[in-house]
């Protein structure tokens, strides 16, 4: 039932204990770096937990403006490893491993599969992206530690994919959602069978900001479950926070972060329960201690207790990252919203994409979606009517009018990591 | 059962001869067609020789295709013998969801192709009332 019981049914009192005292340590290993010299110079310590709120926010900016080690803590001689963005735009944020932080993280991730249900004798698939990417290897080693089979196969290939799914009966796989369901198009294609030829029943998903109805859809699709992994490769990489198997909120590692809510205009701490920013402080990291970083992701933490008896608090699914907000003639939209939507009506298909233009120096939101097998009815009027519906709904999901514009099958581009479904084609120098 | 196959395309150069290219391409022969479209995309409605590998071939090709059932009846090629048709469907209340006809190569007669939903026995019924109603192999090799 529990990969590390003492932990995870950690009494609450026990756990703020371990988690002040962690964050003072974090303090000290963090000091030792060029930018938390200067920028906690005149602190030491916190004496409660309720100081925490008083420490200076760590931003992206700053991972960015101090590359490449001004946040490294240690020698040199200590570090493993490091993980980067790819910096397309400006100076790529790295993040820095010891030993203990990589085993550390391989022991996080195994908990994380273990609560959801995943054990040694399962044939695990991962189908995430190794290499700078913190997806594919952090769970390589969770399932690795955890003493699964492990296929390190990488992203792309479907056709791959599901060969080795078939002869080596993958019991559980690690996926983007959005490539999960891209996938099923070749399972398809291939005649395969998910209950007669497949063996799979557990999926998890994440990296992605994904709603409810997707997760469904995957596990309609599948027959499975899917769980909701959140992590950030700031923090480490996947496994900072994990759905249990009631599938209701992600609980969020307290021995390994300590998470708070902000309002992101106000930066003022929010209480359990209300939507918000959240900001995680690392409470065992030794090559790169995070204080207060702001992840720019949306969520609330849920601090009533879990039916699974884990007392780490959860974390709601990640509704969008702050950064992904389009403003459209001044009405704020999160790209989950639409997503929500299309995949709530069982005919919308699964392949979309959002793109915002000007027209008359108005924006104007169209929606293409792929009409394939799967949704094609076969006649003009159920396509009409498929339209008119999708219009009605997101209209009163986002309260915009979107063009719904029906695309071939295969014309819309597709990518092997995350998927990238807005396109702002929007005149950005005006 | 005869069926023609229904394929959504884009509205857009090139997208109708793509389709007549794979079906040339593998020699199938396209007997009659209709095209509905909503501005920006549409469906088309294809009746050939061999529906079962057109279907195959479509689809190969990444078309979105669907099978769909057809009644084919032979009117004459005279005034009003298609208000005929059309009066003894509305008398059993039979809807027509697509419709669409062609010559026959005799001239006296035509084939009408059409698409009914709402009436699982309309074949039956058109012969019953004195249709002369087509087989499957006869719509295709007419």
């Given amino acids: ?430 | 059962m005869a069926y023609h196959l229904s394929v959504f395309l884009e509205n857009n150069p090139g997208k109708l001869e793509r389709i007549t290219k794979i079906l040339s391409d593998n020699s199938i022969n396209l007997r009659a067609m209709s095209l509905a479209s909503s501005g920006e995309f549409g469906v088309m409605k294809l009746l050939v020789d061999n529906p079962e590998k057109a279907f195959e071939v479509l689809k190969q090709n990444k078309l979105t295709v669907i099978k769909r059932q057809i009644t084919a009846v032979v009117v004459d090629n005279v005034p009003g013998s298609f208000n005929r048709l059309l009066n003894k469907l509305s008398q059993n209340n039979i809807n027509i969801e697509d419709c669409y006809g062609f010559l026959l190569s005799d001239g006296k007669t035509a084939a009408i192709i059409m698409e009914i939903d709402n009436t699982p026995n309309a074949s039956q019924l058109l012969s019953d009332i004195g249709f002369d109603v087509l087989t499957a192999e006869k719509i295709y090799k007419y």
Avoid at chain 1, 161 to 181: D, E, G, R
Avoid at chain 1, 291 to 319: F, N, Q
């Fill in chain 1, 1 to 430: 039932m529990f990969w590390q019981k003492d932990i995870e049914l950690m009494d609450k009192e026990q756990l703020r204990n371990t988690q002040l005292d962690c964050i003072n340590k974090e303090i000290k290993i963090a000091k030792r770096s060029e930018f938390y010299k200067k920028k906690l110079s005149n602190i030491d310590k916190i004496s409660s937990l309720d100081d925490v709120k008083n420490l200076p926010f760590t931003t992206k900016e700053d991972l960015r403006n101090s590359f490449p080690y001004g946040f490294l803590a240690t020698d040199l001689q200590n570090v493993i490893r490091l993980h980067s963005s790819s910096g397309t735009t400006g100076n790529p944020t790295v993040v820095f491993h010891t030993a203990f932080d990589i085993s550390n993280w391989a022991n996080l991730s195994a908990r994380c599969m273990y609560t959801a249900g995943a054990r040694n004798n399962d044939i695990f698939q991962n189908t995430m992206g190794y290499g700078l990417f913190t997806g594919g290897i952090g769970f390589h080693y969770g399932a690795e530690r955890l003493g699964m089979l492990t296929i390190p196969v990488g992203p792309g290939n479907s056709k791959r994919q599901i060969w080795f799914m078939q002869n080596f009966k993958t019991s559980v796989i690690h996926i983007l959602p959005s490539y999960a369901l891209r996938l099923f198009q070749t399972v398809e294609e291939m005649h395969v069978d998910v209950k007669r030829d497949l063996n799979l029943r557990i999926a998890f998903i994440g990296a992605e900001p994904h709603s409810e109805e997707m997760r469904k859809k995957i596990e309609e699709l599948y027959n499975i479950k899917a769980f909701n992994s959140y992590g950030l490769s700031e923090i480490s990489g996947p496994g900072v926070a994990f759905e249990c198997e009631c599938q209701s909120g992600l609980h969020i590692w307290e021995d390994y972060v300590y998470p708070e809510i902000i309002d992101k205009d106000t930066l003022e701490v929010l209480p359990d329960g209300c939507e918000g920013e959240l900001v995680l402080t690392t409470l065992q990291r030794e090559a790169m201690p995070l204080i207060r970083y702001r992840t720019r992701d949306l969520t609330k933490i849920i601090s009533e207790p879990c039916a699974c008896g884990r007392t780490h608090r959860r974390i709601a699914r990640i509704t969008a990252r702050t950064d992904d907000m389009m403003i459209i003639n001044g009405v704020n939209i999160f790209p989950i919203q639409i997503e929500k939507t299309i995949m709530s009506i069982p005919e919308a298909g699964r392949n979309y994409i959002i793109e915002i233009f000007e027209n008359n120096f108005m924006d104007k939101l169209c929606i293409k979606l792929e009409i394939d097998n799967e949704n094609f009815g076969g006649t003009l009027r159920d396509l009409e009517k498929l339209q008119n519906r999708l219009e009605c709904e997101l209209k009163q999901e986002i309260g915009v009018t979107p063009v719904i514009k029906f695309v071939d099958a295969g014309s819309l581009p597709v990518s092997d990591g995350k998927a990238k479904r807005v396109f702002d084609l929007r005149n950005k120098n005006k």
